[in-house]
């Protein structure tokens, strides 16, 4: 008997994609069903069976494949394939420390999406308008024939080959392909503290996504979830409308830590890696350029308490005394900034220098609290110099009580006295 034992409605959207999705069991077997929600939805799903046939095609070269999918009358099945995402391989990565093979794992794959969207010259058309709105996008960039603009991480099984999930969200009209390449790297850097070590601005460069396209990117998404959504209001939106009077609370922006290069220019922006940081923590592995004479670490943008876990330069840790602080006070490995602009600089790079290494929590708080933290700190500090004052005044005493010991014992008298206590 086939039992239903999952379901998700993907309502939050227009009536022309809005969506059922159930997972059925039956003798042990799996399945998944989508079902439109509405008339207007029935070539959503339909169109999913031609889809796949197309994206096999593309994705062949590269090892992937959609999975399989046949239509019964409005509803689309598909095959239950139980695997570990890319999503989760990279995470596990990242929990077991080790950090360059989640990155490499994480190239691998974004180097064969952009291999499967170079076929193609893009050019602009007004289906992309209608979706993507017009944004300026620089010339040259490539694109495939038909675009699954969702083939991201969490959607790609670590099967052989590997298996594409939820090719939902597919195209016939050229798109650029390093956009998605950018929806890969922006969702898998939105969500999990532990995925900062990836350095997705760093990412985004090696793959030749630049700052230029980035907020043309970031214009496409917006316009796309806004295409998604037509005609329709999701609860979330109305929050301001049936909520009035509602204390407000707000999770504080994400920040970006940033490390400069001194490559005899000052630190400019030029040679600078910025990492967004969550959770106030960093942790940074990074080539430095042949070249560079010193470098400075932005930690934050915020007064703030920062914690050196660990500062190397080849695996020898740094002490905290070869470097400045900027606005701020150090005590053993912890400083208190009370700038909005804390740095550790003039960090000294011998020459034949590779590798820097950044383990770093910070807190931030009001310039105010950090001033106060300063000011114990140097209380504690002057306490603890005036018992070590105490101690050494009590150890040059003791000293000089053992030195008229000895002069005693060195008496004729003295000697007379040991005589008669050892009878």
């Known amino acids: 008997m086939r039992e239903l034992i999952y379901s998700k409605f993907s309502n939050e959207r227009s009536r022309a994609y809005a969506v059922r999705t159930d997972i059925f ?4 077997k799996r399945s998944v069903r989508k079902t439109p929600l509405f008339p207007e939805g029935k070539n959503h799903i339909a169109r999913m069976a031609f889809i796949r046939t197309s994206l096999d095609k593309e994705y062949k070269d590269a090892g992937f494949e959609c999975n399989k999918c046949r239509l019964d009358g409005d509803d689309m099945w598909f095959e239950y394939v139980e695997a570990e995402t890319l999503e989760e391989r990279i995470d596990e990565l990242l929990e077991d420390n080790r950090p360059n093979e989640a990155r490499e794992l994480l190239l691998l794959f974004l180097r064969k999406i952009r291999m499967i969207h170079e076929t193609d010259e893009f050019h602009m058309t007004d289906e992309f308008r209608e979706i993507f709105g017009d944004i300026d996008l620089p010339e040259g960039l490539k694109c495939a024939k038909v675009t699954n ?9 670590m099967t052989k080959p590997r298996t594409v999930l939820d090719y939902e969200w597919t195209v016939d009209f050229p798109v650029p392909g390093k956009y998605v390449l950018y929806r890969n790297l922006h969702y898998l850097g939105e969500f999990g503290v532990g995925r900062l070590e990836l350095n997705m601005r760093d990412l985004c460069s090696r793959l030749g996504i630049d700052d230029v396209l980035i907020n043309a990117f970031r214009k496409m998404e917006a316009a796309f979830q806004n295409a998604v959504i037509k005609g329709h209001v999701p609860l979330r939106s109305l929050y301001h409308d049936i909520s009035p009077g509602i204390a407000e609370y707000h999770v504080d922006a994400p920040d970006y830590a940033q490390v ?3 490559m005899g220019e000052g630190y400019t922006d030029e040679h600078a890696v910025g990492v967004r940081v969550r959770g106030g923590r960093i942790n940074l592995n990074l080539d430095i350029p042949e070249g560079c004479g010193d470098v400075r670490i932005d930690p934050c943008s915020s007064p703030c308490m920062v914690s050196i876990l660990r500062l190397a330069l080849d695996g020898t840790e740094i002490p905290i005394q070869h470097y400045k602080l900027s606005g701020g006070y150090a005590k053993g490995k912890r400083a208190y900034f009370t700038t909005d602009d804390p740095a550790f600089s003039s960090i000294m790079i011998p020459e034949g220098t590779k590798k820097l290494e ?3 929590n910070f807190v931030k708080m009001s310039k105010k609290t950090a ?3 300063i000011q114990l ?9 005036q018992e070590d004052k105490r101690v050494l005044q009590l150890m040059m005493e003791n000293e000089g009580l053992k030195a008229q010991i000895r002069e005693i014992k060195s008496t004729s008298v003295w000697k007379m006295y040991e005589m008669v206590t050892k009878k």
């Open 25 to 28: 069991e039956e003798d042990g």
């Open 149 to 157: 603009i969702d083939l991201i991480c969490s959607n790609l099984l």
């Open 260 to 262: 400069y290069f001194n």
């Open 358 to 360: 950044i383990r770093m």
């Open 371 to 373: 001033e106060r933290m």
């Open 377 to 385: 700190e140097m209380e504690n500090d002057r306490q603890m110099r």
